[in-house]
């Protein structure tokens, strides 16, 4: 089991920066892939961001690319995401997710993660 704790989320207005967080415990997260999703009101999960075990394949959504960055450091069991440009519809709760199934790619599909954490809110004020 892989318990996964998200932090970093809060309000910032449209321009700016966050950081959030994923902090693993459990097991090493070193034979995972792990991705970031988000959740808006009203809207289905979304995939955001993945990466590989090894760090060598990352994808983004559409929407992030370019504005949002992946990275994992296995040594401390965590993985971040770099959130520039943030815009109003980016608001959501973001998610990080483990995989062991897609450890070699950087799955894009909600049902190929098998451990979630509870989620932190970000909200972009216009």
């Known amino acids: 089991q892989v318990q996964l704790v998200e932090s970093g989320g809060g309000l910032v207005q449209a321009g700016g920066s966050l950081r959030l967080a994923c902090a693993a415990s459990?097991?090493?997260?070193?034979?995972?892939?792990m991705g970031w999703f988000r959740q808006a009101p009203g809207k289905e999960r979304e995939f955001v961001g993945g990466?590989?075990?090894?760090?060598?394949?990352?994808n983004y959504a559409t929407s992030v690319k370019g504005r949002f960055t992946i990275s994992r450091d296995n040594a401390k069991n965590m993985v971040y995401l770099q959130m520039n440009s943030l815009r109003p519809e980016d608001t959501a709760v973001y998610y990080c997710?483990?995989?062991?199934?897609?450890?070699?790619?950087?799955?894009?599909?909600?049902?190929?993660?098998?451990?979630w954490g509870q989620g932190t809110q970000v909200t972009v004020s216009s």
């Open positions: 990466v590989s075990r090894g760090g060598g394949i990352i």
């Open positions: 997710a483990a995989t062991m199934r897609g450890a070699l790619v950087a799955p894009r599909m909600l049902n190929e993660y098998d451990y």
């Open positions: 459990g097991r090493t997260i070193i034979n995972y892939a």
